[in-house]
Each structure stands twice: as C-alpha cells, then as structure tokens.
C-alpha cells in the first residue's frame, strides 16, 4: 500500500475569511488530525486545551488541541486537531473523516462515503 496525500481546506470556524489549503497524509490509524501550530496560528486559531498522546515507542508526548474547520470533497465540519510541532507530520486522522462522513479505503487509496445508518431503536426496548 502506498501513502496517500490529499490537499484539504482549512478554516478559522470563527472567522471563515482566514482559510489555506493544507496538504496531509491520510493516516486512518491517527485519532486526531495534526496540523503545523505555525499554519493554525496564521489562521488565528488558538489552543483550547491539551492532552497527553503516546508515541509508537510508548513515549509521552503532550500537545495542544483547538478547533478547525474542515472541508473535504464537499463536506464541512468543525473537528479537534492537534497543534502539530516541528517533527510532527500533517495528518488527516480518523475523527475529522468521520465528522465529515468519509473514509479512506486503503486498497484503493481513495476517500470515500461513509454508509450511514440509522437504526430505530424502539423496536428493541418495547
């Protein structure tokens, strides 16, 4: 399998008119997506927080998180991204592919629909 990059828009959620094309690697495998803290920052993006992740060694590592907005083959969403740091790759995790209803098939290195379902759960409990 290979490495699949993707060129998505991201936005300031608060100020839309602050937006750049930034290109990641689909990483299906990340929980968040990891963008440079220099390009959030030229966004106007600010930290809300941060948290704690473990690196494939087992290593600690903290980072910042904030909100961006997302937008990917049509579909938009506000999602959690990391403040990437200097050895950090850009990636495009998992949570902001399902925020937009998406997913990366990786035989085919394509990003696709995610199915949705619905289920009524009355049936169930009744």
Do not use: W
Not at 15 to 36: C, E, M, N, W
Not at 55 to 84: D, H, M, W, Y
Not at 98 to 119: H, T, V, W, Y
């Amino acid at each position: 399998m290979g490495l699949t990059n993707i060129e998505v828009n991201v936005e300031n959620p608060f100020d839309p008119q602050r937006h750049a094309i930034i290109t990641f690697l689909v990483d299906s495998g990340a929980v968040y997506s990891v963008i440079p803290a220099d390009e959030l920052e030229k966004l106007g993006i600010k930290p809300s927080g941060e948290r704690t992740f473990f690196l494939a060694n087992g290593q600690p590592v903290k980072r910042r998180i904030g909100e961006a907005r997302i937008t990917l083959q049509e579909q938009s969403a506000t999602c959690v991204v990391l403040f990437g740091e200097e050895d950090d790759s850009t990636l495009l995790g998992v949570t902001t592919l399902e925020n937009l209803g998406l997913i990366f098939d990786p035989m085919r290195q394509k990003i696709m629909s995610l199915p949705m379902l619905l289920a009524d759960m009355r049936k169930f409990f009744l």
